[in-house]
């Protein structure tokens, strides 16, 4: 997408101001310290006051493509584990060009090797990234590896960063533990795992105060369900706007295909909640 045109010099002014603090902010969000750089891993820049930043594209295309050869060649014992590379995100935001003139474009977000390799299964890579020093809860764009692999559903990949000691109540930079990103059916050994880990089962998201029931009753998910209570889910929690789980289920708009697994959810929800009326009273 491009969408170009000039701004007037005060509002250029303000926006450059506008990019500095953002540059600043950026620049915050690293947690790093002194690496040594591999000799093939060319374009990757180090120094004490920068964070250490990986640009060549062999290096990324490697991790990309989960070829293990490659990322064992380019990241011995010796070489700078912990890289940040940028990527296209999803979101647009302006950012300045040459002639007074700003452009919208996707904003670049920040990762690692190891968020890279959790997010798309490879688990050969990751393991060799843990095994030669990767630090497990980095979160440079404001979330961990963990968050990454419980997104994409990589059940192999949320066991072995658990193993290797990943926060299961991490909090993203947008207010949300791994917990609450298990959203597709793929991701019900996530779950397991998580909370065999000792991720709390009733954690909430930040902004809509949701908890993992809310999540998986929103998306019909059975199973979670039935798993989540077992942990102990609050059945009655609400959410910011005022919805139990049970509520949240219901007020999601579901095409027919999707109705059998809503019909098998209500009564998870509704038995246990009568099971709880009938041992209070």
């Known amino acids: 997408m491009d969408c170009t045109f000039p701004f007037s010099s005060a509002t250029q002014r303000l926006l450059q101001l506008d990019q500095q603090k953002y540059s600043r902010y950026i620049r915050s969000r690293y947690h790093h310290g002194e690496h040594s750089l591999s000799p093939v891993a060319q374009g990757c820049q180090n120094s004490r006051l920068e ?3 990986c640009r060549d594209l062999l290096v990324q295309n490697a991790l990309f493509t989960g070829d293990l050869e490659m990322v064992q060649k380019y990241f011995t014992k010796s070489a700078a584990i912990n890289l940040i590379i940028e990527i296209k995100g999803d979101e647009l935001r ?3 060009r040459k002639f007074g003139l700003w452009s919208l474009s996707y904003e670049q977000e920040l990762t690692t090797p190891l968020h890279i390799t959790a997010s798309r299964g490879y688990t050969d890579c990751l393991r060799l990234l843990l095994l030669r020093g990767a630090a ?3 979160a440079p764009g404001g ?4 968050h990454e692999a419980c997104a994409a559903a990589s059940t192999d990949c949320v066991r072995l960063l658990l193993s290797f000691g990943a926060d299961p109540e991490a909090v993203s930079e947008d207010g949300y533990k791994p917990l609450h990103l298990c959203k597709s059916p793929d991701s019900f050994e996530c779950v397991q795992q998580l909370l065999q880990h000792g991720a709390s089962v009733n954690s909430r998201t930040e902004e809509e105060d949701d908890t993992a029931l809310h999540v998986a ?3 019909g998910l059975t199973e979670h369900v039935q798993l989540l ?3 102990g889910a609050e059945l009655e929690a609400m959410n910011e706007e005022g919805q ?7 007020a999601q708009p579901h095409q027919p295909q999707d109705m059998d697994g809503y019909y098998r959810l209500m009564p998870s929800l509704q038995d246990t909640s009568k099971q709880r009326v009938n041992f209070l009273s």
Do not use: D
């Not at 979330?143 to 963990?146: G, H, M, R, V």
């Not at 139990?244 to 219901?250: G, S, V, Y």
């Open 217 to 219: 009753a929103r998306h």
């Open 229 to 231: 209570l077992r942990y």
């Open 51 to 53: 964070p250490m930043e």
């Open 94 to 96: 302006w950012t300045s």
């Open 136 to 138: 497990v809860n980095f």
């Open 244 to 250: 139990t789980p049970l509520n949240a289920a219901c």
């Open 143 to 146: 979330k961990t590896a963990l």
